[in-house]
């Protein structure tokens, strides 16, 4: 969206910098005066939320916007955005445990398996903590240090400064050490303390999750489809251009909104061959998702499952016999040889997983699959780190809760069986983009010319792949086929894929696109073309 600007004599007064820099602080001073609540850098309309999961979630729809040069003019550059907060609180959550639990001890591990990590949102302030532990010996009734060096109580200062009431002067407070600002790392740092009740989780739980038809409601409102962004996007620019406050707000320094998004080149190319074995079939862009076909042919390149292990917790026995089942349906079509399998139950411990491990992975296995009992990382980095270092073989780690599924149960073992394969040696599919040597190996002479894509390099990392990556790149190229030093003219181009293609209708372009597009459908994870930015 093009942002016009009568005040010329402002913005030729200011550096391009400082311009966008007060550009940009207009921008967030008239959202707020439009009651837009500020989380984070994100603005988001408070009116528009929606509740989910029997009103045990909100959805709050917010606009990710900045202000940039674009060309010869200021735009304002927006996106849909969304919120996820659920309508319980910590304190709920710690009261819930406590009433399955009796023992003292494991309440309080239990509570901390379940808040330790989270991010909580507190509405007196819109503001997110991430939940970095929790404090049992303090409660409401301590008190701390202001600002000005008097002391007061969490309870008597949650009621000055935000009118809220604590009820249970006994809940624990939560740590969340918080960040950092740039250039202040040096200062002194002091961990923020919360209150349960005042904390909201944000984002799904485990429970949320498995309600499917909520979640497909969920899904909906979420992921828009390109003509219902744009109309979101345009509605909220209206909601500005209607807003007298917000409108005065500009005008004061001579700034207007565009009505209409700027328009931007775009165009739909050919459609992409996959290769299996012994078929092939075209992908188009409607829908770009081939897992109906992948998984009813032989893939490209098999490698039986004959020497395998599987590892499981001892209440997980009928969810490791589910996943036996399930791949012994799926697998025969894609030509993938399943033999059976050594099945051994461990506990819950990281140290039983591995210990097990020791014990009967010899020589001759060629796939571990582990059942975890949850999503617990250190677990899961224990076993990979010991899968990887100490006893390299391959291995696919599930969990429990995935094999739950029921009506998707084929179609998550269908993908668990072709990632197997991948890390065993094998190949699903292929498409039609030659590599060098393939090249080589068919012509018996070198190309004219080399394109190498290299995707997703941010800003940070562009010194490094100039230093390291692309010495490298003409190192091999000059030793093991006879290039020149002098490869090519490297270039950087933004580039997205399904939605905004790269402005230009050259031969050239439209060919780098294709290559581009042939080249992110060789993912092993996924039956589908990701989207860029995803």
């Known amino acids: 969206m093009r942002v016009d600007s009568q005040n010329h004599g402002f913005l030729e007064s200011c550096s391009v910098n400082k311009s966008l820099v007060k550009q940009d602080k207009y921008r967030s001073r008239t959202l707020k005066l439009m009651n837009f609540k500020q989380i984070g ?37 927006s996106d849909i955005c969304h919120k996820l907060l659920r ?10 445990r406590c009433e399955k639990s009796l023992q003292d001890k494991y309440i309080r591990e239990e509570v901390s398996k379940e808040l330790v990590g989270l991010i909580v949102f507190t509405r007196y302030n819109n503001k997110t903590y991430r939940v970095d532990a929790i404090n049992w010996d303090q409660s409401p009734r301590d008190t701390f240090k202001k600002s000005d060096g008097s002391e007061i109580t969490f309870v008597e200062y949650y009621m000055q400064q935000y009118n809220q009431i604590i009820t249970d002067l006994d809940q624990p407070l939560l740590v969340s050490q918080g960040r950092w600002r740039k250039g202040q790392k040096n200062t002194p740092h002091e961990p923020v303390l919360l209150i349960p009740q005042l904390c909201y989780p944000t984002g799904l739980s485990d429970e949320l999750r498995q ?30 251009r209607v807003n007298r406050t917000a409108q005065n707000e500009l005008q004061r320094w001579s700034l207007r909104f565009d009505t209409n998004c700027l328009p ?10 996959i290769f299996q074995r012994d078929v092939s079939f075209g992908i188009g862009p409607q829908p770009a998702d081939w897992m109906r076909e992948s998984r009813s042919t032989p893939l490209l390149t098999v490698k039986s499952l004959s020497h395998w292990v599987l590892l499981h917790p001892r209440e997980h026995g009928n969810n490791a016999q589910s996943l036996l089942r399930s791949l012994r349906k799926v697998t025969p079509t894609m030509g993938i040889t399943v033999g059976q399998a050594n099945m051994y139950e461990v506990n819950e411990d990281p140290s039983s997983y591995i210990s097990t491990l020791r014990k009967c992975v010899t020589s001759h296995t060629n796939m571990v699959v582990c059942i975890l009992p949850d999503s617990e990382k250190y677990r899961y980095d224990e076993i990979k780190k010991f899968l990887c270092i100490h006893c390299p073989v391959p291995s696919q780690c599930v969990v429990a809760e ?14 668990i069986a072709q990632q197997m394969n991948c890390k065993m040696g094998g ?4 498409v039609e983009t030659a590599a060098l040597d393939s090249w080589f190996r068919n012509v018996q002479q070198q190309p004219d010319s080399v394109v190498v894509y290299r995707d997703g390099v941010g800003d940070g990392q562009l010194q490094a792949l100039l230093d390291h990556e ?10 093991h086929h006879g290039f020149p030093s002098q490869l090519a003219q490297f270039l950087r181009d933004d580039m997205f894929i399904h939605g905004v293609g790269v402005l230009s209708e050259e031969a050239g372009d439209r060919l780098l696109e294709e290559v581009l597009v042939h080249l992110v459908h060789i993912h092993c994870d996924t039956h589908s073309t990701p989207t860029v930015p995803a």
Request: glycine share 2%; charged share 30%; aromatic share 10%.
């Open 402 to 415: 995935t094999l739950m599924s029921g009506n998707t149960l084929l179609t998550i073992t269908t993908k």
């Open 427 to 430: 190949a699903l599919w292929k």
């Open 87 to 96: 309508l319980e609180t910590a304190y709920d959550i710690i009261m819930r």
């Open 264 to 273: 931007i080149s775009g165009r739909i190319l050919r459609d992409v061959k």
């Open 211 to 240: 309600k499917s038809k909520d979640m497909s409601k969920l899904t909906k409102f979420m992921q828009l489809y390109p003509w219902e962004r744009k109309n979101e996007l345009e509605a909220f620019i209206n909601k500005i």
């Open 41 to 77: 850098r994100n603005y988001y309309d408070e009116n528009s939320k929606e509740n989910f999961c029997d009103n045990r979630l909100e959805a709050w729809r917010g606009y990710v916007t900045s202000v940039l040069p674009y060309e010869h003019s200021l735009t304002l550059c």
């Open 470 to 479: 692309i010495p490298q790149l003409v190192s091999h190229l000059r030793k």
